[in-house]
């Protein structure tokens, strides 16, 4: 089976999506409109937790400097 885009449908354009009175193209317009919106959605509710993942992760990192310092480095205080 091929499919056969009419010469007025290439001629706008939009190909396929015009050959049908622009239903198809109205049908994908609110598809990508639904998606940019979960995806907006998702991002508004992932943001805060990036954002405490992202501020966990430093601390983490700053304990671990911390006591790679300490142990690698006694002080002349300590007994050892």
Known sequence: VRLRIAPF???SGLGAASADGGRLLSVLRGTVLSVE???KH???F????QHQVSELSRTVQR????LDSLTHH???SRAG
């Open 74 to 76: 006694p002080s002349g």
């Open 42 to 44: 998702a991002q508004a």
């Open 63 to 66: 304990q671990a400097q911390l």
């Open 46 to 49: 992932h943001s805060p937790l």
């Open 37 to 39: 919106q979960a995806r």
């Open 9 to 11: 449908a290439e001629l």
